[in-house]
């Protein structure tokens, strides 16, 4: 076999969930830059966009195969990481100026939801794995990217409209708590962070509709009061999540490379983010240093996960090299 026959072979058994390092390392990068480190935040932007274009190649790879299974055909949760991932490398984006392309990907983000999320959606059921919370995660994404480009175009009527995906991906996330394995926090391999990451992701975007609602008038004090109330309980509820995740993680050690621990990385990140962010727009300091200690944490686990992925990878093309 020779070298590109070994690569080719080693890319189409890549599975779809590897989207999370996209959703993971563009996270960081927004968790970065609030954290006052360009450069750094620039080059896991960078990192971030390669990978998304390695998803897309993926995704180029596979669609025959996904034409060939029919329109009936089971789909499952990962299916809407690429949704998720999109959603995270346009607020990425659009966090460091870059409004037109982060637009781009909102439209692309809305698309591939309204087409992937009924779809996958009809065929959760009990007893399923972390990535049912993808539902969730996919959502918010869109609301966080919206109301980030909300507040730069001054645009209301995007506030609005991700205002409306808040609401509705926090339903999805109730809808995937009911379908989730709980005994999936001691025996998941990766995926069941997400538990805590929908969460977290959901926290951000309703901190971003806040500090919207600063710049322009979209709803009244009553309003404004209760979303500023459903934040932080979404923030609090993250951080707890988190402990026991961690906790669980130390009780029941899963060593061993698995790809889904990109998906547990993203939520590490995320809940660094939320901290940040809801510092910044409800007012509570002491969060953001917090925050700040979530990030290089997430940003350690980012590379171990990294390091884990290429020795993988290695090993996968010297096992299909030619002998």
């Not at 394995?181 to 975007?205: C, E, F, K, S």
């Amino acid at each position: 076999m020779s070298g590109t026959s070994a690569l080719r072979t080693w890319w189409s058994q890549r599975p779809p969930a590897t989207g999370a390092a996209v959703m993971a390392t563009g996270i960081l990068s927004v968790g970065l830059l609030l954290a006052g480190h360009r450069v750094l935040s620039r080059i896991a932007l960078a990192l971030a966009a390669a990978a998304w274009l390695g998803l897309v190649a993926d995704a180029a790879v596979r669609a025959p195969g996904w034409r060939g299974r029919g329109a009936d055909a089971a789909l499952p949760p990962a299916t809407l990481t690429p949704v998720a991932a999109t959603a995270a490398l346009g607020t990425a984006t659009a966090v460091q100026g870059g409004q037109s392309l982060a637009k781009a990907l909102l439209a692309l983000s809305v698309l591939l939801w309204a087409v992937l999320l009924l779809v996958v959606a009809r065929r959760w059921k009990r007893r399923m794995a972390g990535t049912v919370f993808l539902g969730c995660v996919a959502t918010e994404g869109i609301a966080l990217l919206g109301a980030v480009l909300a507040v730069s175009a001054g645009a209301a009527w995007l506030a609005h409209t991700a205002l409306v995906f808040f609401w509705l991906g926090l339903v999805f996330y109730v809808v995937g708590l009911r379908c989730f394995d709980l005994r999936q926090v001691t025996r998941g391999a990766g995926d069941h962070w997400i538990l805590g990451g929908g969460l977290a992701i959901a926290a951000v975007a309703g901190a971003r509709l806040v500090l919207a609602s600063h710049r322009m008038y979209l709803w009244n004090n009553d309003d404004r009061a209760a979303l500023r109330g459903v934040t932080i309980a979404l923030l609090v509820l993250a951080l707890v999540c988190y402990c026991l995740l961690a906790v669980a993680e130390v009780l029941r050690p899963r060593l061993g490379y698995d790809v889904r621990r990109w998906a547990t990385v993203f939520p590490m990140g995320m809940t660094a983010v939320a901290s940040q962010s809801v510092a910044t727009a409800l007012g509570v300091p002491w969060l953001r240093d917090l925050g700040r200690v979530l990030l290089w944490i997430a940003v350690a686990a980012w590379c171990v996960v990294l390091a884990g992925a290429v020795l993988s990878a290695s090993g996968g093309l010297r096992s299909r090299a030619p002998r």
